[in-house]
């Protein structure tokens, strides 16, 4: 009897996380197995072990009820814990003490579930920048250097009389001149950034773009300080544009200034104007058509042989038709780039200056040489 009630004892740690079914299987094949021993038994034994097979049998029930209630819980949790779990049954079904089983929901991989931290890159080093004006002043006019601050040229006009045929026994005509002494100041035309030491050392691209981006912006200051001298020195335009269109305007006043003994060799548009006469028509209906007078190759237009420049510096509907040898760019001091780590409170805040300035002016020295007008002039 020992015997049996040790089986009996052992019976019941086996059964321990087992569903009803399978208690049930486990306590007919015991009964099975020992019921020759089991009859033999003193009615009070055997009433024993039927209170034992029934206190398994009660415990049995309750764990089935957790089971199940666990089992509902699961399946509130998603498909995926229930596809772990029907992918694991095996290793499950033999859970009981000292042999556990670990199971691990398996997913899609995603970037944002999967990876801790950023992915690989690849680095530009070139910074892409806003391109600098397609045309300057300074493309387009000569250079004069002087040491000091002011530039002074003269500028001659006739004055009265003229010279003439002289008739035999009289006095020759006699012709002056005026004289002006004009005076053109120079100026800074100037601006500064400022960026950290640490910046430097981890933007490895910045001191090598830096300096395109200042002297781009310098570029664009010169021209629009320029343009205002430009306006003011230049003779304004008589053109009327009713009955002409943009072409006939630029060859009139191409026309006057050479009866006026100049030499145009350049045009200055905006670039909506340069296109703009690059759609005229034939006639209307006609078709584009450039007239014989206009040539456009290698992407330069040329009106009459003299070629047109856009510039973005020039305020809409205007435009420039002259001989720029009359005028000059006056330079006290070059443009420069320097960079400074101790100017101002640079040195104890870890910072560095760049700096960019040229001292210059601009001088229309033949007013005359020069046309400022108007496409929509009337």
Known sequence: MEGLEKELNDLSVKLEGKSKVEVKAAIDAFETKNKEVIELAVKSVKDEMQLKLDAIQAHADKLDIKLQE???????????????????????????????????AVGDMTLALSLTGDQPRDYNFNPV???????NVSDLVGNVM??????????????????????????????????????VNTDFIAGFARYSKKMAN??????????????????????????TVLAAGATASTEIITG????????????????????????VITPADFYSILTIEKSTGAGYG?????????????????????????????????????????????????????????????????????????????????????????
Do not use: C, H
């Open 146 to 183: 002087i040491s000091g601050g002011t530039y002074t040229f003269v500028r001659v006009a006739k004055g009265e009389g003229s010279i003439s045929a002289q008739t035999e026994g009289s006095s020759k005509t006699q012709i002056d001149y005026d004289y002006s002494m004009i005076d």
């Open 129 to 135: 920048s806003v391109p600098a004006p397609l045309v």
């Open 290 to 378: 450039l007239p014989g007078v206009v040539t456009f190759d290698g992407g330069v237009l040329r009106v009459n042989g003299i070629p047109v420049y856009k510039a973005t510096w020039l305020a809409a509907n205007k435009y420039f038709v002259g001989d720029w040898s009359r005028v000059k760019k006056v330079t006290t001091e070059g443009l420069s780039l320097e960079f400074s780590e101790s100017e101002g409170t640079n040195f104890v805040k870890n910072e560095i200056t760049a700096r960019i300035e040229a001292q210059v002016a601009l001088a229309v020295e033949q007013p005359a040489a020069l046309v400022y007008g108007d496409f929509t002039a009337v």
């Open 202 to 227: 981890n933007l490895p691209f910045l001191e090598s773009s830096l300096p395109n981006e200042l002297r781009r912006d310098y570029a664009i200051a010169e021209n629009s300080a320029f343009n």
């Open 70 to 104: 666990k089992a509902k819980k699961d399946v509130a949790k998603g498909d995926a814990v229930k596809s772990a779990i029907t992918e694991n049954f095996d290793n499950i079904k033999t859970v009981r003490k000292g042999n556990a089983v670990q199971v691990k």
């Open 244 to 267: 002409k269109n943009k072409i006939e305007m630029l060859i009139n006043e191409i026309a006057k200034l050479e009866g006026a003994n100049y030499a145009s060799n350049g045009i």
